[in-house]
């Protein structure tokens, strides 16, 4: 179901996942999204399941630098410039890929009192650095998540997947529409984010 930015931000920041799409003329997927200040094993567990994709944590370059992650590769060859970070696991897992570790990696990147040493490289958790200026600089689902976590009032780091069908493929409209009906998720395009931004950050300015 299509909602508003601050429908969504309300639905975010009770702890719940929404569904976020890009233009048709970028990746053209829909990934789940939420908030890495209150992550949950049942969200987690929910994405892994029903998303399917890889379960990545965008997250500012501010976090990023504070907790020394550095750049995946030195030469960054992705079309779309996606900016994965060295992945990692919290330092008190074990394996650190159930969804009870994996939400604990999560929500520790949103902790203020993080330190690097918290943090074993490498995990099962991939970070992605958002760009300065978010979907106003770069229209992907790091930099959405990212910019949704501050307009909600909280550390700029979230947690995302990707959307795939039943049979492997990417899921796309109108399948987006039927998983986010049958498990009540609001959808939001990044289109409806760079639009809000825009309005609000013109609003504050003048």
């Given at each position: 179901?299509k ?11 009770s ?38 994709g ?7 370059r ?12 030195s ?8 900016a ?31 330190l ?64 986010a ?6 959808i ?19």
């Amino acid at each position: 179901m299509k909602t508003t930015i601050a429908n969504a931000l309300d639905h975010l920041k009770s702890g719940k996942a929404i569904i976020i799409t890009d233009d048709e003329k970028r990746e053209n997927e829909g990934d789940l999204m939420a908030l890495a200040a209150f992550a949950s094993p049942e969200t987690v567990n929910f994405m892994a399941s029903v998303g399917k994709g890889l379960i990545c944590a965008p997250i500012s370059r501010e976090i990023a630098e504070r907790l020394d992650l550095p750049p995946m590769v030195s030469e960054n060859t992705d079309p779309h410039g996606t900016a994965f970070t060295v992945s990692i696991d919290h330092i008190d897992s074990t394996t650190g890929i159930s969804a009870f570790e994996r939400a604990h990696t999560i929500g520790k990147l949103a902790d203020a009192a993080s330190l690097p040493t918290d943090f074993q490289r490498p995990g099962h958790i991939f970070p992605l650095i958002a760009k300065p200026n978010g979907v106003l600089e770069r229209p992907g689902h790091t930099e959405a998540a990212v910019d949704l976590a501050a307009l909600a009032g909280t550390a700029e780091a979230g947690y995302i997947c990707e959307i795939m069908n039943d049979d492997g493929t990417m899921a796309r409209m109108p399948e987006l529409e039927k998983l986010a009906e049958k498990h009540k998720l609001p959808i939001i395009t990044i289109a409806d984010l760079i639009a809000y931004r825009q309005l609000h950050e013109n609003k504050v300015k003048s």
